[in-house]
């Protein structure tokens, strides 16, 4: 049975991702950073029926020998580094922790790695934000990277990281340029799920109205689910890389708005506000990927529409209010 440790296993991807490799037979351990909320910080998890079926070991991306006893002890085949501090709007407020965190965390795990078990295979949760300011009209992996946020300059840091320690050491080191990804699991604050809650709470009668930021910047949007199984596909290659994981469709946040909200039979133009406290320093306005690559090497194909998954979404979030409601 082959094991898996997953950093990040508390957040969206790391539960999708127990979720596909428990189905492969893996054994799956997760870092488990300390936290006051231990009750509820298995949320995702416990969401998909799986909490019980992991293991939790606890340690911190900031401290290198907490990772360095974790990779001794779990003897891990395959290590997923998905943690981060996630959230791009975040990392102006909090540019030095996501610097720790989102990039040097990335070479602590790395560093764990190479001086424990280096011949375990490494993936990396790179980001389509790395190309920020984009060079080209579509991306891909040649396309060269304009970061525009300190979470991208983080990420992009830790991309080449990566990069770099399979060139120098021989690492099985791979990166995932992964594209946005969504899902019921999807953190309240990005902006898919903070609309497919809105409408759940306007549709309930619990709120009037929804304040966004930017209604034309348009993104790349996937689901979570498709996207871990590209994650473990480019683990199970003989050769290490980096691919690009894209749906090759782009959509407004207005048009996003219309999707969600007509799933509740709803018109978004009456209840959608703009709010100046959720514009950006500066902003990503486009991102749109191409996924050649990894459709013809790993043989990755996305299965869910942007419609079916906000679909899931909205219903997702109905029926959680719902049950606030009659608690
Ligand atoms: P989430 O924000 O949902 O999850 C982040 C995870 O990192 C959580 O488990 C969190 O733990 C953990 N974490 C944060 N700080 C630390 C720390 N100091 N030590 C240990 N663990 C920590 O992210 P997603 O699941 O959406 O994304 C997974 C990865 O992929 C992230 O690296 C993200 O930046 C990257 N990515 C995501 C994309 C997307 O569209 N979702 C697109 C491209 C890249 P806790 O639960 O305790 O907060
Ligand atoms: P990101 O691509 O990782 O930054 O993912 P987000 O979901 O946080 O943001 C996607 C896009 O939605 C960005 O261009 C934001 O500026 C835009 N956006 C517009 N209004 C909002 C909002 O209220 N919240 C968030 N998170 N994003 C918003």
């Not at 085949?77 to 996630?86: C, G, K, P, T, V």
């Not at 490494?122 to 009209?137: D, K, V």
């Not at 980096?242 to 007509?262: E, K, M, N, W």
Request: aromatic content about 8%.
């Amino acid at each position: 049975m082959p094991t898996a440790l997953i950093t990040g296993i508390t957040g969206q991807d790391g539960a999708y991702l127990s979720q596909l490799l428990l189905k492969k037979g893996y054994r799956v351990v997760g870092l488990l950073r300390r936290s006051a909320s231990a009750d509820v910080i298995g949320e995702r998890l416990r969401w998909l029926g799986i909490l019980d079926d992991v293991e939790l070991v606890d340690g911190n991306l900031t401290d290198l020998s907490s990772l360095i006893r974790v990779v001794e002890t779990v003897n891990p085949d395959e290590i997923y580094n998905l943690a981060a501090q996630s959230f791009v709007a975040a990392s102006w407020q909090q540019p030095l922790l996501t610097g720790n965190v989102t990039g040097i965390g990335a070479v602590n795990v790395l560093e764990a790695a190479r001086i424990v078990q280096s011949n375990a295979r490494f993936y990396q949760a790179s980001s389509s934000e790395m190309y920020g300011l984009i060079q080209e009209p579509v991306q891909n992996e040649k396309t060269p990277f304009y970061p525009r946020s300190p979470y991208a300059v983080a990420k992009l840091y830790a991309h080449w990281m990566t990069v770099n320690y399979r060139e120098s050491f021989g690492m099985h080191a791979s990166s995932g340029i992964l594209f946005n990804h969504e899902s019921p699991l999807r953190g309240i604050e990005f902006v898919t799920r903070k609309v497919t809650d809105g409408v759940a709470r306007i549709k309930l009668g619990l709120a009037n109205e929804l304040a966004l930021g930017n209604l034309d910047a348009t993104r790349d949007w996937g689901h979570a689910r498709d996207y871990v199984r590209a994650m473990y596909l480019m683990l199970q290659q003989e050769k290490p890389d980096d691919y690009v994981v894209a749906t090759g469709r782009t959509t407004s946040i207005r048009d996003l708005c219309r999707i969600a909200f007509s799933v509740a039979g709803l018109n978004y133009e009456d209840y959608v506000v703009t709010n100046p406290a959720f514009l950006r320093p500066a902003e990503v306005e486009v991102l749109l990927g191409d996924a050649t690559k990894a459709k013809t090497i790993l043989g990755w194909e996305p299965e869910t529409t942007l419609e079916g998954m906000i679909a899931e979404m909205v219903e997702a979030d109905l029926a959680r209010h719902s049950r606030y409601q009659n608690s």
